[in-house]
């Protein structure tokens, strides 16, 4: 189908929706608590530093941004509480502001679940200015925390590459103690809360890692047990503990310094409630793109033309599902205007 450059906004408008439950099943704080820190952790205080870097003081400010963005996450915030002139220095790393104002949710995740030690905001910035899923190559949504890397919706849920299991489990099979193992292999300390959309909370902190990472890891280091070809015992609740393993993150433009908006085909919606639909019509549906990867799946999805070419004309005939209005399967907001 035809659109013009003047139509493509349009397009993206009618044809699309925007999946508030993608943000809410996966590690999130609440929209209140990041609007009380945001300023704390982006801007650096408006009186001017006093006291020096001591001997780090001598160094150019260049070599100074080396050497900060070396370090972890976790380091990198106990650099900038030194004093204001730290809290300048970092403050002015392209990574930390690329962090701290667009993906303050990733940048919580990985300081509450335990694993700020491991990458630097540098790895972190990164992974926000890619947008592939490393599984599938499609959109990726979400940050795996485990491995860092970027993952779609169908994969985090699916992909036997991105299984986790709970640290007890694997302390057992590789015959490492968990006290161990923590010096050894990513481990992700969950966070309660509600990761689906069956709106069952999970209220205790348990400590999960990755299966593959895991063993790969001891591989290489020559530890415990050789677990290649071990079966083991997924929980039940796999599905919850990988999006309690996953947090959202924006795709930043680096050419712009912006995060770009994500969309869904309301056409892939409208197919799979169709009776008899197929599991590929479902994968489908929970694909995200950008405006362009929108804009040329448009061209192939007759169902999302339908909608545009109803919307074009004076009789709207397409009534839509009112999933669409609500952003998913979700409830509504509550009297605060808080997601649950």
Request: net charge positive.
């Amino acid at each position: 189908m035809q659109i013009s450059d003047e139509q493509k906004n349009d397009v993206v408008r009618v044809a699309s929706w925007r999946r508030r439950d993608y943000d809410l099943m996966a590690i999130r704080s609440p929209p209140r608590e990041n609007a009380l820190v945001m300023p704390y952790l982006a801007e650096p205080f408006q009186s001017p530093p006093e006291s020096s870097l001591g001997s780090l003081h001598d160094l150019p400010a260049e070599v100074i941004s080396m050497i900060c963005r070396g370090l972890d996450v976790l380091s990198l915030f106990r650099f900038r509480q030194v004093n204001r002139h730290a809290r300048v220095a970092v403050s002015n790393l392209l990574e930390y502001k690329a962090m701290a104002n667009n993906a303050l949710d990733c940048l919580r995740a990985v300081l509450r679940t335990g694993l700020a030690r491991r990458p630097t905001f540098r790895v972190l910035y990164l992974s926000m200015c890619s947008m592939e899923c490393a599984q599938c190559g499609f959109f990726g949504g979400y940050l795996f925390l485990p491995t860092l890397e970027r993952c779609c919706y169908t994969c985090l849920q699916e992909s036997p590459n991105l299984e986790v299991v709970t640290l007890s489990t694997f302390s057992k099979a590789s015959g490492l103690s968990q006290k161990r193992l923590g010096s050894l292999i990513p481990i992700v300390h969950t966070i309660p809360g509600i990761y689906t959309i069956w709106e069952k909370k999970f209220g205790k902190r348990i400590k999960i890692t990755a299966k593959d990472v895991a063993i790969q890891s001891l591989k290489e280091q020559n530890l415990g047990r050789d677990l290649t070809n071990h079966e083991f015992r997924l929980s039940s609740r796999q599905e919850m503990l990988r999006h309690m393993a996953a947090v959202r993150i924006p795709f930043l433009d680096n050419s712009t310094n912006n995060p770009q908006p994500t969309f869904c085909c309301k056409g892939c919606q409208m197919i799979l409630e169709r009776p008899g639909s197929s599991h590929a019509a479902g994968v489908l549906r929970d694909r995200e793109y950008l405006k362009d990867g929108f804009l040329d799946h448009f061209q192939s999805c007759t169902e999302a033309q339908s909608l545009w070419t109803s919307n074009s004309s004076d009789t709207k005939t397409i009534e839509e599902p009112p999933l669409f209005e609500k952003g998913g399967f979700v409830r509504p907001l509550d009297s605060s205007g808080n997601e649950r």
